[in-house]
């Protein structure tokens, strides 16, 4: 048989006081006239007895469950996306807010499911979110509510997203080039012309390749060209292979992933080419494999922890929520993979 629940009372019992006033000195209420030795033996009381406040009550008499549902495709179970639990976690503690975690693995009767079971539970708010940046339509239920879209966009939806500032990364990528001197013989590897290859590029591919060229140009200079592919370690290897056999010597390659410069840079050593000797290599995500690629590779930071942090910051804030994107910056991880342009 389980323990008896420590009550309101038995506090108010231990330390000689009335209900009322131990409830007012465990809620830290400065403006009733309670002497500060009645204040201390209700505290040691209560800590001696460990006793806990009663939040089913609490939310019935404040309206509020101090609980957030999380509803995301795949991002629980992608590891280099974990850190988007972990930010939105922290900053709900800090909150004294708990974070009820769901996943519908893509499945969309399985998430309109989930967002019910959360609302049924009188969540606060639900933070929807995606394992990358792309365009969503939430479910019905969340219509109306207190939402904040994470790493996902929702057009005509009205609730405010959360995510990576793309845009501003690629031209980052492309001022960490210009600021090692190059400015021509530039290659994006993954970059997107028209229709994305792949739905992990559908925003992230669009607006990076969109901020290189923009900073590019601002800089005197331009891509030579455009590789369509994959943003997988195969495709970049293939891609830069056929590259270089076709006669092609870039200077610089601008990776659209982590996972394209792995294979990029398999496919330069076979060449007998060095990075950053005879062409520099400069990414984004900062996967795992970057800082242990030799040389270590520049990149430019996804912020899942901010990105997770930001969503609950916003959804507990007390400023009304409207339809904006909050992007949050991607700051560059300055490794070994940038030199100076190669001679001849």
Known sequence: MSERRVTMADVARRAGVSPTTASFALAGRTDMRISDASRERVLEAARELGYRPNVTARSLRTKSTQTIGFVSDRITTTPFAGDVIRGAMEAAREREHLLFITEAGGDRDTEESLVHALLDRQVDAVIY????????????????????????????????????????????????????????????????????????????????????????????????????????????????????AAGHRPRALVCLTDRVSFGAYQALGEAGLSVPGDVSVVSFDDQDIAAVLRPALTTLKLPHYQLGRLAVELILGEEPLEAAVHRVPMPLQKRASIGAPATG
Not at 151 to 180: T, Y
Not at 228 to 238: F, S
């Open 129 to 244: 979110a995606s394992m990358f940046t792309r365009y969503v339509t939430p479910p019905k239920a969340l219509f109306k509510r207190r939402v904040i879209l994470l790493n996902c966009l929702a057009p005509g939806f009205d609730a405010p997203s959360v995510i990576p500032d793309e845009q501003e990364a690629g031209r980052d990528a492309a001022r960490a080039l210009l600021a090692a001197g190059h400015t021509e013989g530039i290659w994006a590897i993954g970059g997107h012309q028209s229709v994305p290859a792949t739905p992990e590029g559908i925003v992230a591919g669009n607006e990076r390749m969109r901020g290189l060229e923009e900073a590019l140009r601002a800089g005197g200079a331009r891509l030579d060209g455009i590789v369509e592919c994959d943003w997988d370690t195969h495709d970049g290897y293939r891609e830069v292979s056929s590259l270089l």
